[in-house]
Every structure is written in structure tokens, then in C-alpha cells.
């Protein structure tokens, strides 16, 4: 399996996944134009992507499917309360409901449930050839009930949306400070790192740190809690990498 996030943050999201059948994306909330330059770059044609799964329907996730599923006739992925907003927003002719897992070519896709204020959102653990890796964005919080499916998986995509003190101290009204950090909105670094550490096992080699905010976070700061609350727990990985909001990671290989 290989994986590149190809952008991350919140004016923009969309990671690129690969096996030896299928090649897919989560997300394009970029626009259309930047997610075909970004695969260009890794060396895949746009019109070669078998399918797009969509995490929930803010702005920052789908800004980019329409255009991209008009030039390229590419197939949805979607729960069925997904697929009830985005009707409503543009035509959608390919398209696959999603309510249960799912096989997409060689690829074994099990849905989850995230807590986002939105009508409906979801997580993904994507399994080939008896690796796995999980995709986690958008949550206050994760259900103690998927707990036990995330453990030890390969490579996890996780969000490392804000710290907390610089999300108190700036400029974000009260309201909207209270929602980023209440079971609706966002993982802090602490979050992030905490759940890292839950899950993680000795299969994991790789961690993706990903949807940092721009205003309440940096690259230092979410790397300096992971890197600490891995110290303090004597914990290890081989490769942490930060996603990054117009620069995609390098091609991961798991």
C-alpha cells in the first residue's frame, strides 16, 4: 500500500491511496486542479483514480469533487446522509452507498463513526494484503466502542488540529474557541498524541499528523507533543510526518 497526503489543513484536504488494484482518494477539498497536479507529481493520471471516499461534507473536504467527477466520471464512495447533502449541492451519476464495509477492488474499507457537527462523518480503516491503515479527521473525540478495531494498525492519518493555549489565546471569538474544543469539533495535539499512543502497537511504523490549523497550531508544536508523550510512555516509530496545507508528503510506503 501506498499513501500521500497530498494536502491537509483547513482550507483544503485530500490524501491519495494506492495497492496493486486500486487507487483512491479521501476527500478533495482542495481544488480539482491542485489535487490532478498532485498526483501528477507522484506519477498517477487523474483519470486512472477507481473511486473517491468523503469523510463529511464541509467545505474543506469537497470543494474539489465536482469539478473532478465532471472531467473524470470518477465513482463516489458515500454514506447514505452523505450522499443526501451533496445531492442537493451538484449531480452525482457514479456512485456507490456505503452504510457497511466495503470491498473496493483489493482494497477491505471499514467505516466508523466520528463525532463532527456535521450531518453525517466518518473515519476509515483501509486493509491490503494484511496491512492496514487508519484515517481519522474531524472528531471531537473517538468512540471508546471502535477502540479495539484501531489497535496496531501499520500506519496512522490522524488529526493534530490545534494547541490548546494558542487556540485560548487567539483571535477565534469564544464560540467558536468552545466548539473546536466540545465532542463535535477537533483532536487537539494532547488528543492526538493520547489516542497515538492508545492505538499504537508493534506493527506501527508510521504516523501521519494531519489537518493542523493554521492560527492555532504549528508543525513544532504538534511534533514536540507527539515526540514527548512517545518519551514518556517508551514508545517508538520509525517515521512521523507532518501534512501540510499547499505541500503534499512524501509517497509512504506500508
Same mark, same amino acid.
Given at each position: 500500500?501506498?499513501?500521500?497526503?497530498?494536502?491537509?489543513?483547513?482550507?483544503?484536504?485530500?490524501?491519495?491511496?494506492?495497492?496493486?488494484?486500486?487507487?483512491?482518494?479521501?476527500?478533495?477539498?482542495?481544488?480539482?486542479?491542485?489535487?490532478?497536479?498532485?498526483?501528477?507529481?507522484?506519477?498517477?493520471?487523474?483519470?486512472?483514480?477507481?473511486?473517491?471516499?468523503?469523510?463529511? $461534507?464541509? +467545505?474543506?473536504? !469537497?470543494?474539489?469533487?465536482?469539478?473532478?467527477?465532471? /472531467?473524470? *466520471?470518477?465513482?463516489?464512495?458515500?454514506? =447514505?446522509?452523505?450522499?443526501?447533502?451533496?445531492?442537493?449541492?451538484?449531480?452525482?451519476?457514479?456512485?456507490?452507498?456505503?452504510?457497511?464495509?466495503?470491498?473496493?477492488?483489493?482494497?477491505?474499507?471499514?467505516?466508523?463513526?466520528?463525532?463532527?457537527?456535521?450531518?453525517?462523518?466518518?473515519?476509515?480503516?483501509?486493509?491490503?494484503?494484511?496491512?492496514?491503515?487508519?484515517?481519522? $479527521?474531524? +472528531?471531537?473525540? !473517538?468512540?471508546?466502542?471502535?477502540?479495539?478495531?484501531? /489497535?496496531? *494498525?501499520?500506519?496512522?492519518?490522524?488529526? =493534530?488540529?490545534?494547541?490548546?493555549?494558542?487556540?485560548?489565546?487567539?483571535?477565534?471569538?469564544?464560540?467558536?474557541?468552545?466548539?473546536?474544543?466540545?465532542?463535535?469539533?477537533?483532536?487537539?495535539?494532547?488528543?492526538?498524541?493520547?489516542?497515538?499512543?492508545?492505538?499504537?502497537?508493534?506493527?506501527?511504523?508510521?504516523?501521519?499528523?494531519?489537518?493542523?490549523?493554521?492560527?492555532?497550531?504549528?508543525?513544532?508544536?504538534?511534533?514536540?507533543?507527539?515526540?514527548?508523550?512517545?518519551?514518556?510512555?517508551?514508545?517508538?516509530?520509525?517515521?512521523?510526518?507532518?501534512?501540510?496545507?499547499?505541500?503534499?508528503?512524501?509517497?509512504?510506503?506500508?
Amino acid at each position: 500500500m501506498k499513501v500521500c497526503v497530498l494536502a491537509s489543513g483547513s482550507k483544503g484536504n485530500c490524501t491519495y491511496i494506492e495497492t496493486k488494484k486500486a487507487k483512491f482518494l479521501i476527500d478533495i477539498g482542495t481544488t480539482s486542479l491542485y489535487a490532478e497536479r498532485k498526483l501528477k507529481e507522484i506519477g498517477v493520471d487523474p483519470k486512472d483514480i477507481d473511486g473517491i471516499l468523503i469523510t463529511h $461534507t464541509h +467545505t474543506d473536504h !469537497i470543494s474539489g469533487i465536482r469539478v473532478f467527477i465532471k /472531467k473524470y *466520471k470518477t465513482k463516489l464512495y458515500l454514506t =447514505s446522509g452523505i450522499y443526501k447533502e451533496l445531492m442537493t449541492m451538484f449531480p452525482i451519476l457514479e456512485y456507490q452507498i456505503i452504510n457497511d464495509d466495503f470491498i473496493l477492488n483489493d482494497v477491505h474499507v471499514e467505516i466508523f463513526k466520528t463525532s463532527h457537527d456535521a450531518a453525517d462523518s466518518n473515519g476509515y480503516i483501509i486493509s491490503c494484503d494484511k496491512v492496514s491503515a487508519v484515517y481519522i $479527521t474531524d +472528531t471531537g473525540y !473517538i468512540n471508546i466502542k471502535n477502540h479495539n478495531k484501531l /489497535k496496531n *494498525k501499520e500506519l496512522y492519518i490522524i488529526e =493534530s488540529n490545534h494547541d490548546v493555549e494558542m487556540l485560548m489565546n487567539g483571535s477565534y471569538p469564544y464560540n467558536v474557541k468552545q466548539r473546536i474544543l466540545g465532542d463535535v469539533g477537533h483532536l487537539s495535539n494532547k488528543d492526538c498524541s493520547n489516542y497515538i499512543i492508545k492505538f499504537m502497537g508493534e506493527k506501527t511504523k508510521n504516523i501521519v499528523l494531519i489537518h493542523l490549523s493554521e492560527e492555532n497550531n504549528t508543525p513544532e508544536k504538534a511534533l514536540e507533543m507527539l515526540d514527548n508523550t512517545l518519551l514518556k510512555q517508551n514508545k517508538k516509530v520509525e517515521h512521523i510526518y507532518i501534512a501540510k496545507q499547499s505541500e503534499r508528503t512524501d509517497l509512504i510506503e506500508v
